[in-house]
């Protein structure tokens, strides 16, 4: 998971710095702190993906549809099962969060289709 997480956050480190503030791309990302449980980073994951797909979030995250991204969602549902090919945990380990980053974009974007109820 580390390494779609990685991905995540060196993108929105880009997409900040590139059009607000120049400056921001500079900054060294905090380091997650390593007692925090899986829960907690499922739930910084999937704020970070809010604070991406928002109004002043990043403009290509905000563009993707389900058609724009069913090819990544291909892709990397391959890669994870060549890493369960080949055993090598680390690699599954990094597939399966980048996989797991495609799901909640997939997720975001059946949010935002929903009609709002009051």
């Known amino acids: 998971m580390a390494k779609g997480v990685s991905r995540v956050l060196i993108q929105l480190v880009i997409c900040n710095g590139s059009k607000r503030n120049p400056s921001r ?4 990302p905090r380091q997650p702190s390593p007692r925090r449980t899986p829960g907690e980073l ?10 991406l797909r928002a109004p002043d979030g990043c403009p290509w995250d905000r563009e993707q549809t389900p058609q724009t991204l069913r090819t ?3 892709e990397e549902t391959y890669e994870v099962l060549d890493a369960l090919e080949s055993g090598a945990s680390d690699e599954l380990a990094g597939e399966l969060g980048d996989l797991l980053l495609q799901i909640i974009f997939h997720c975001f974007d059946g949010q935002r289709s929903r009609p709002v109820r009051h």
């Not at 791309?25 to 060294?28: D, G, P, S, T």
Request: charged share 30%; aromatic share 12%; hydrophobic share 60%.
């Open 25 to 28: 791309a500079l900054r060294k």
């Open 42 to 51: 499922f739930n910084k994951l999937v704020r970070l993906q809010a604070r």
């Open 72 to 74: 990544f969602l291909i």
